[in-house]
């Protein structure tokens, strides 16, 4: 009797990448598609530590890493080609900055992991710039491809696998105040918000529409001067409680 296998080989496709479309504090990552590859790249950068000792044998010692994403994309427009995906058109504003300003001004947050929540040593997430952005395909024939660098800015932080709890979580909310008449249109940032049934503002329930799994667009009902909790709900749970759910009602 042969004995059955106890492993799956691992698909390419697995890693997810979100770009982080917010102005800070607001956090507003949004996932980039069209990958047709991504290769996330650590370095370990080190310098010569030879000395007398080591009787003529290399030695070397770490002195910091580098790191970055490289990235082939199906460059997007939406269904009727009257404007570019969001994300790569920000990518590309963000490269543009990098060039004709200076490498700060095309900074942003961008985060990669496993989309099927499991942790798999690939969850970090780190400040970057777009180092490239140059065409691939260019016949008549062609679909454009563009090959994309996130060159890494400062650390790589590993993070918990967005997606190993489902639960709803609320990133930021544009704006954070508005008038207690109601009435005002604000925008939720988040996770897992695809299947939300209630969005409550304080006690009192919001006419809301989920734009995609990170972005609801809530109606501000009634309420009261002063300060209240936002909250998503899903079947899988209600947004915990955090300091950015906070929106300010004024008279």
């Known amino acids: 009797m042969t004995q059955p296998t106890d492993r799956a080989t691992l698909l390419a496709r697995r890693l997810r990448v979100d770009i982080d479309l917010g102005t800070y504090p607001v956090v ?3 996932e980039l598609l069209g990958k047709r590859e991504l290769n996330p790249i650590s370095e370990t950068r080190a310098q010569d530590d030879e000395n007398y000792d ?4 290399g030695r070397e010692a770490t002195t910091g890493y580098n790191w970055r994403l490289e990235l082939k994309l199906s460059h997007s427009t939406n269904l009727d080609g009257s404007s570019l995906n969001p994300v790569h058109a920000f990518l590309r504003a963000k490269h543009l900055a990098a060039q004709t300003q ?3 001004a095309g900074e942003f947050p961008v985060r990669w992991y496993d989309k099927n929540g499991i942790s798999s040593g690939e969850e970090f997430t780190g400040r970057c710039y777009v180092k490239q952005w140059s065409r691939d395909s260019n016949a ?3 679909l454009e491809v563009v090959t994309v660098v996130l060159q890494g800015q400062g650390r790589r932080i590993p993070i918990t696998n967005p997606n190993a709890d489902l639960t709803p979580a609320i ?3 544009m704006p954070a105040t508005g008038d207690d008449g109601g ?3 604000v925008s939720i940032f988040g996770n897992h918000f695809t299947n939300a049934t209630d969005v409550d503002f304080g006690a009192n329930a919001a006419d809301f529409v989920v734009v995609n799994d990170s972005h609801i667009v809530a109606i501000t009902p009634a309420g009261t001067a002063g300060t209240v909790r ?4 899903t079947p899988e749970g209600v947004s ?8 300010v009602y004024t008279a």
Do not use: C, H, I, R
Request: hydrophobic share 40%; proline share 6%; charged share 25%.
């Open 28 to 30: 507003n990552f949004q």
């Open 54 to 57: 080591d009787d003529g044998a």
């Open 102 to 104: 200076n490498v700060a």
């Open 140 to 142: 008549s024939a062609d």
């Open 171 to 173: 990133t930021g909310l």
């Open 183 to 185: 009435g005002d249109l």
């Open 230 to 233: 936002v909250t998503v709900e």
């Open 240 to 247: 915990p409680n955090v300091p950015a759910d906070d929106f």
